[in-house]
């Protein structure tokens, strides 16, 4: 049968909008805004690749957000977290980059508020029984007034980022323990874990609380701790002395990335 002029105009196009669509595919959507926000496990101490422009806050192309950011193309990325970042820095100077628009907010916050530097150089440094009155009084902290903290902090990425699916990274622990390890006595490697475990057990909680999930890296790090053998964070440091106990460049892409994968 031969078609009319008309129609066969219409199934001219027809044919050409098909063939279109074969060749082209479906568009590539942009991923969700993401904002980096948090402390030095965020920003990426010990793990190289510094952007210069960041100054003190030593924010690092091999962080787990760069290395998100740039296997997700987001539609925008704000890396906000920076070096030594308290509750208050977070609340006061990070979350300008949060809008309604924002898909995406990861934050690990809370291990400078309880002096876990002060803690590690004090175990570093003094002896045992100086070390578990140390960790002891940063543990009551954690239970005590950090809750409280982390509230603020959490309150304040919902009312700006009402939208966006946050994830609340947890700190590894330091040790492999039970084995022998040249350095720190036993009794050290336990508390300063122990001091670990009760922060990443109180940020769970209270990120629950809000509705946020929880990425607990200490099973992604299990086996690569210090003394492991297959160390997935620095010890001691001299220079820059910054990046001692801070996830290396592999304790971000092995450690951190995967668990943060798994709760997107």
């Not at 954690?142 to 947890?170: C, E, F, M, Q, W």
């Not at 001091?195 to 209270?206: E, G, M, Q, Y």
């Not at 106990?245 to 304790?251: D, F, L, V």
Request: hydrophobic share 40%; with cysteine.
């Amino acid at each position: 049968m031969r078609l009319t002029r008309p129609f066969a105009a219409i199934a001219a196009l027809a044919s050409a909008l098909v063939g279109a669509l074969v060749l082209t595919g479906p568009a590539q959507a942009a991923g969700p805004a993401y904002v980096a926000l948090g402390d030095s496990y965020s920003a990426g101490n010990g793990a190289g690749n510094y952007i210069s422009s960041s100054g003190d806050c030593h924010r690092s192309n091999s962080a787990y957000p760069a290395l998100w950011a740039s296997a997700h193309s987001p539609s925008s990325f704000t890396f906000a977290a920076c070096s030594g970042a308290v509750t208050s820095d977070v609340t006061g100077s990070q979350l300008g980059g949060l809008s309604a628009s924002t898909g995406l907010v990861t934050i690990t916050i809370g291990g400078n508020d309880a002096g876990f530097s002060d803690v590690i150089t004090t175990c570093v440094t003094g002896s045992d029984s100086t070390c578990v009155s140390r960790v002891n009084t940063a543990e009551a902290f954690v239970r005590s007034t950090l809750p409280g903290r982390l509230d603020t902090v959490y309150n304040a990425i919902h009312a700006k980022a009402p939208n966006a699916h946050v994830v609340v990274l947890g700190y590894p622990d330091i040790y492999t323990l039970n084995v022998f390890c040249i350095g720190l006595s036993a009794t050290k490697h336990q508390k300063i874990d122990e001091a670990a475990d009760v922060l990443d057990t109180t940020t769970a909680s209270v990120a629950a609380a809000h509705g946020f999930a929880f990425g607990d890296v200490r099973s992604t790090f299990k086996g690569h701790e210090l003394c492991s053998g297959d160390d997935y964070l620095h010890s001691l440091v001299i220079s820059p002395s910054w990046e001692s106990y801070h996830p290396t460049a592999t304790g971000h892409s092995a450690g951190y990335l995967p668990v943060l994968n798994a709760k997107n």
